[in-house]
C-alpha cells in the first residue's frame, strides 16, 4: 500500500525560508513522478514542483529562483526547500507520487498518491 506522510510546514515572516518533507513508503521511488502541489482556500490546486522519470526538474513561474525539489532516493524521501516566501505563497502543501507524465508533470492528474498536506502561512 502506498503511503505519503509530508511535513514541516510552518508559520513564517515574508523573507523566510521553510523546508517541507515527504516520506514514502510502498512506492518504487526511481524513475517515478513526484511532485509537489498547492491549494489555497477557495483556489484550484496547482503545481508547484515535480521531478519527472528521467530526473528532469520543473518548477511553477511564480516559485523559480525559491523553491527548490530534490529527493533522496535511499531514504525514499521528497523534499521542497522554500526560501524567500511571500504571503501568496500561503497554502496547504501536498507531496504527490505517479507513473509518468509530460513535461512539466504539474499537472495533478498525472499522479495517484498524495500526502495529507501540511500547511504552510506566510505572513507579511
Known amino acids: 500500500q502506498v503511503h505519503l506522510v509530508d511535513s514541516g510546514g510552518g508559520s513564517v515572516q515574508a523573507g523566510g525560508s521553510l523546508r517541507l518533507s515527504c516520506e514514502v513508503s510502498?512506492?518504487?521511488?526511481?524513475?517515478?513522478?513526484l511532485g509537489w502541489f498547492r491549494q489555497a482556500p477557495g483556489k484550484e490546486r496547482e503545481g508547484v514542483a515535480a521531478?519527472?522519470?528521467?530526473?528532469?526538474?520543473s518548477y511553477a513561474d511564480s516559485v523559480k529562483g525559491r523553491f527548490a525539489i530534490s529527493k533522496d532516493s535511499a531514504q525514499n524521501t521528497l523534499y521542497l526547500e522554500m526560501n524567500s516566501l511571500k504571503p501568496e505563497d500561503t497554502a496547504m502543501y501536498f507531496c504527490?507520487?505517479?507513473?509518468?507524465?509530460?513535461?512539466?508533470?504539474?499537472?495533478?492528474?498525472?499522479?495517484?498518491?498524495w500526502g495529507q498536506g501540511t500547511q504552510v502561512t506566510v505572513s507579511s
Open positions: 504527490a507520487a505517479g507513473g509518468w507524465g509530460y513535461y512539466p508533470f504539474l499537472s495533478p492528474g498525472e499522479y495517484n498518491y
Open positions: 510502498g512506492f518504487q521511488f526511481t524513475k517515478r513522478l
Open positions: 521531478i519527472g522519470p528521467s530526473g528532469s526538474i
